[in-house]
């Protein structure tokens, strides 16, 4: 199962308005005409139940919404690009690579999650017209898309966890108390990627979902044994069945406080979800004096079972039936607050700079920044109030003020990306 991927998004530009005058044989000067751009595509992340793995984003690609198109003259707005659509599996949560920050947890079928917004389209000149300006000679750009890379982790929906040293018997006790079939053997790590199963109790309607989940060994936390792979899919279970075995070739307790620091030492307050603590492998001989020792070192109750002879199997699953049903489930969260329904949206992001001015030269001043570039593409400088526009745009977010400051003279050249000119003081 491919649990993990990293893919590359990319929303649609936003189509260019049209810088048009209507010209028509009985209306020669019929005024501004130009239609706006349309939006570009966005890209949507969208939970389904029918899928079950990330093999189709396993190797990081481009996903790329459409373009909006262009205004074009009488009016004629361009058309939207279309959206693109991601389709992942019910579970998968989505994390900013750059900034490892999370994003959505997609953990209902039909939950969508817009990861980035198309860009706006371009006004036309049409939309620049006023009382006082009759005759716009501008137009806008359409603003750019959104271009970044997503983590995409599939964090299983079970309501109860296996967890345990490698050959405890979890996968026999799933496949015993369900119609998993889970492979199994005499030796460490049979189980390389989490096996669910829908467990059934006696009275033939209450069910609860049940995950076998891959051993922990000492340094599972940090990446050791399939460590990783298995604590990302225990995060989101209402309950952990800790099994421990009796069977003597291992010390059941130190093998207990291992796992439980592996819990902790995740970070992810798996230590903090209710246990129901599993001694297995009751049919060896002295499994039961070891139990006893066992659960008087833990101070816990400990339920006894046998895969070979079923004791102990329906009370266990009673038992986590019960816990279960009072356990309230464990949301993914972000800052206290629910993440999965924001909508990133770089150009709504206003705690960022607008803009930084370097001075590499004597008379060069260059301006930069992530926010004043977004203006910048989307002014028409075809124009003289285009680039009028694009200087009223600057001064009013305090460029000439801060030109001022760092010593810039009459005849100084300040640059913005491809654009240049004169300042004068």
Do not use: W
Not at 85 to 112: C, M, Q, S, W, Y
Not at 177 to 183: D, E, R
């Amino acid at each position: 199962m491919i649990d993990r991927a990293v893919v590359e998004i990319k929303s649609g530009r936003g189509g260019d308005g049209a810088l048009s005058f209507l010209r028509e044989k009985n209306m020669p000067k019929g005024g501004p005409d130009g239609g706006n751009g349309g939006h570009g595509g966005s890209v949507i992340f969208v939970a389904r139940k029918n899928i079950n793995t990330l093999s189709a984003y396993r190797h990081s690609k481009l996903l790329a919404a459409e373009d909006g198109e262009k205004g074009d003259k009488k009016m004629r707005f361009g058309r939207a690009g279309a959206d693109i659509i991601v389709e992942v599996p019910v579970g998968t949560v989505i994390f900013d690579e750059e900034e490892h920050r999370f994003l959505a947890d997609l953990n209902e079928d039909g939950k969508e999650f817009m990861a980035a917004k198309g860009g706006r389209g371009g006004r036309g000149n049409a939309a620049f017209k006023t009382s006082r300006n009759r005759v716009p000679r501008i137009a806008e750009n359409g603003y750019p898309g959104i271009r970044k890379r997503v983590i995409l982790e599939l964090k299983i929906l079970a309501d109860a966890g296996l967890i345990g040293f490698p050959s405890v018997g979890k996968s026999t006790f799933l496949n015993i108390v369900s119609k998993a079939n889970a492979p199994t053997a005499d030796y460490p790590f049979t189980t390389i990627s989490p096996n669910l199963g829908v467990v059934t109790l006696p009275d033939g309607v209450s069910q609860f979902i049940l995950a076998d989940l891959p051993g922990l060994i000492e340094g599972a936390h940090e990446g050791k044994g399939l460590g990783i792979t298995f604590l990302r899919h225990i995060e989101r279970c209402r309950v952990l069945i800790h099994m421990v075995s009796m069977s003597g070739e291992r010390d059941p307790i130190e093998d207990y406080n291992i796992i439980n620091k592996e819990l902790k030492d995740y970070g992810a307050h798996l230590e903090d979800r209710p246990q129901i603590i599993v001694a297995t492998k009751m049919d060896e001989e002295g499994a039961v004096e070891r139990k006893k020792v066992f659960e008087k070192a833990i101070k816990q109750p400990v339920i006894g079972i046998s895969a070979l002879t079923d004791d102990g199997v329906e009370n266990l699953i009673k038992k986590a039936y019960e816990l279960i049903s009072k356990t309230e489930p464990f949301p993914l969260y972000i800052d206290g607050e629910d993440a999965s329904m924001k909508v990133y949206d770089a150009h709504l992001d206003q705690s960022k700079i607008l803009f930084e001015i370097s001075h590499p030269s004597e008379h060069l001043f260059v301006i930069s920044g992530e926010e004043v570039t977004k203006k910048y593409q989307t002014i028409n400088l075809s124009t003289d109030q285009g680039i009028g526009q694009l200087i009223r745009y600057l001064d009013t977010i305090g460029v000439e003020e801060e030109l001022r400051r760092k010593g810039a003279k009459t005849g100084d050249t300040i640059r913005l990306c491809d654009f240049e000119f004169d300042y004068l003081d």
